[in-house]
């Protein structure tokens, strides 16, 4: 069965950008001159994706206003002879089928998941967490739903972490598969170096079956109180074959100050009409 339908989870506080946050969500925060949402809902129309299931909660509106249709603006820009720039809010706006529900409580990622169980229905799904911007020249989802295709199985996407690092990240047991591709034959929470199957950490992407709501059903709260993906795939993984596709490009974590600003530097310096004055400027005062 096709991948047709992506479930971005975009409930967070964003405490960690706090006072930034408090009146506007970190998904609307600006790369360049798009936000940080942007970028993950491109990825998956890029990738093939259909209908996208956009996760929220309280005081997130502004995302459904920015992928609304803005009529004023359009005839605004038209007015001012600007045609190309209203070309492009009208794009924005049918990009791709969108629809949002709430996570009324703060629960965890794998409850975030579960409450798009509805929607998604009984078909395999792409979750996306907008924190994690990847950079390659494959949309990273793209490449995750060929090895799902190709070996029908769960696909979770990974990438090679620092020793000091797997503290931070699930962390797979992995049996080499094919290039970039490994059979998951287990995964550990955040271990010690010395306890950590690999240095394959677990990132923001996921290709999951619908039986991954019921694993998340049966998962009990964890470190939190919160309900843990990771947890629920423990318990899918008895069932049903996972594996994991290690990404190829640079991924940004836009959930942190300092890689949020890595990847507007990044992202700026590639393009025609930045690039250079930025490059410029950051050797002028380095």
């Not at 706090?18 to 998956?44: F, G, N």
């Not at 009984?122 to 793209?142: G, M, N, Q, R, Y």
């Not at 550990?188 to 019921?214: C, H, M, N, Q, W």
């Amino acid at each position: 069965m096709k991948v047709r339908k992506a479930v971005i989870i975009a409930a967070g506080w964003g405490t960690r950008f706090l006072p930034a946050t408090r009146s506007q969500p970190k998904e609307m925060l600006p790369l360049v001159d798009k936000p940080v949402i942007h970028y993950t809902v491109e990825e998956a129309m890029l990738s093939g994706i259909r209908q996208i299931i956009i996760v929220t909660a309280r005081g997130k509106h502004s995302m459904e206003d920015y992928f609304d249709d803005c009529y004023e603006l359009e005839q605004f820009l038209e007015r001012k002879g600007d045609i190309e720039l209203s070309r492009r809010m009208k794009e924005l706006s049918g990009m791709v089928d969108i629809c949002y529900i709430r996570q009324k409580e703060q629960k965890g990622l794998g409850h975030a998941i579960s409450t798009a169980r509805d929607i998604v229905e009984k078909e395999p799904f792409a979750v996306i967490l907008p924190d994690d911007i990847i950079d390659s020249p494959v949309p990273t989802l793209k490449s995750m739903i060929d090895v799902y295709e190709k070996y029908d199985g769960g696909v979770i996407a990974v990438e090679k972490v620092s020793d000091a690092d797997t503290r931070k990240y699930g962390i797979i047991d992995p049996e080499n598969v094919s290039e970039r591709v490994y059979r998951i034959r287990g995964m550990v929470e955040k271990p010690e170096p010395a306890d950590a199957p690999s240095r394959l950490g677990i990132v923001g992407r996921y290709i999951l079956p619908p039986e991954t709501f019921d694993a998340i059903d049966k998962t009990p709260p964890g470190k939190g109180n919160e309900v843990q993906i990771t947890d629920a795939l423990h318990l899918l993984l008895k069932e049903h074959q996972l594996y994991a596709y290690e990404l190829d490009g640079i991924r940004y974590d836009t959930g942190t100050p300092l890689g949020w600003l890595k990847a507007n530097v990044s992202l700026a310096i590639k393009r025609d009409d930045t690039g250079p004055e930025l490059k410029k400027y950051l050797k002028d005062i380095l």
